[in-house]
């Protein structure tokens, strides 16, 4: 999710919920990233004690190029894998043929995935990278982030059920010849974006023709809504992976949450405001000059509680980390 899987997020997600698998960057441009690597490296940063990390890019068939060298780099960092979005829906990203609007195109899609998997080839790794990229991975290797190349990244996808209706099984079949480790699929439609509900049926319906695992994603966090409690999300999410064994994808679901697969009573204010505190702390440590996009963050912890409109509207007044710092030290 742009704007809101950095490193702060996950490291959040990782110590409140250590059951997770991997966790996804946010999406990357890739010719944006080449553009400006020192502005755009701390997107790809992870903790080298973290989990599985996954890169995830995005961008069109003008951009091979690019594919080729962002695959490079990912196995330099020591990423675990690379992951191609087909699901965004914003307009300008659709627009591009990136995203969502790359869905139903084969030929694309195809050369694509083969510049990124030609990237991580024993030829494509000699693909000469800026001194400027490497001088980055040293310094922040140096720092403690990103990891040893120990194995090749494995290539995956994450796509919707189809444009304005699902997709046949032409297209599944055409996905699942392209030889990912998995799929991800989100139960909407581009026309939909992020309206109406997720069709965890349809979901099912298309894994079950795919050799390919696939992992279901969508409205995990609309249904956390109605649970205050570890039990009951235990089952939700069992319930979830009846749809799809191979596994779940979590995004909306961990906002405000992190601890969303804690086994213990979940939601209450002194761990709400425990854990917002805690995630301030860890998103200052790389973003203390910008500090408007942590905001978006302050309704997901505080949503439900009485009594804290004023605090939380003076929180979102500030306009520097001390000011919010302090703020925050009085919930």
């Given at each position: ?19 997770i ?10 010719q ?97 990278i ?25 290539l ?21 010849k ?82 969303l ?24 440590k ?46």
């Amino acid at each position: 999710m742009d704007g809101i899987t950095d490193i702060s997020f996950r490291r959040m997600v990782e110590t409140y919920s250590p059951e997770i698998d991997f966790t996804v960057t946010e999406f990357i441009n890739v010719q944006g990233f080449f553009s400006n690597p020192e502005k755009h490296f701390p997107k790809l940063l992870f903790y080298r004690d973290s989990r599985p990390c996954i890169l995830q890019v995005f961008g069109n068939i003008d951009q091979l190029v690019y594919f080729r060298k962002i695959s490079t780099i990912a196995q330099l960092c020591g990423f675990s894998g690379i992951d191609l979005n087909v699901g965004c829906p914003d307009n300008s990203v659709v627009r591009s043929r990136s995203g969502a609007g790359l869905i139903g195109h084969r030929k694309e899609i195809t050369s694509i995935i083969n510049s990124l998997k030609f990237g991580l080839s024993r030829d494509g790794h000699k693909a000469k990278i800026d001194s400027t990229i490497h001088r980055l991975i040293d310094n922040y290797k140096q720092r403690g982030f990103f990891k040893e190349n120990s194995c090749k990244p494995f290539l995956s996808l994450k796509t919707r059920i189809g444009i304005d209706r699902t997709m046949n099984n032409t297209w599944w079949n055409f996905l699942d010849k392209l030889n990912l480790d998995f799929i991800t699929i989100h139960g909407r439609t581009l026309k939909q974006k992020f309206a109406g509900s997720a069709n965890w049926t349809t979901i099912h319906n298309i894994s079950k023709t795919m050799k390919t695992p696939v992992l279901g994603n969508g409205d995990i966090k609309a249904d956390i809504n109605t649970s205050r409690d570890s039990d009951s999300l235990k089952k939700l999410l069992t319930q979830k992976l009846k749809y799809t064994p191979a596994g779940i994808m979590i995004g909306r679901g961990f906002l405000g949450h992190p601890n969303l697969l804690l086994n213990s009573k979940y939601y209450n204010y002194k761990l709400q405001t425990s854990m917002l505190k805690h995630h301030f702390d860890e998103y200052t440590k790389f973003y203390s000059k910008y500090i408007d996009p942590f905001k978006k963050f302050i309704n997901y912890y505080l949503a439900g509680f009485a009594n804290i409109k004023d605090t939380r509207i003076n929180i979102m007044k500030c306009q520097t980390a001390t000011e919010m710092s302090k703020e925050i030290s009085k919930l």
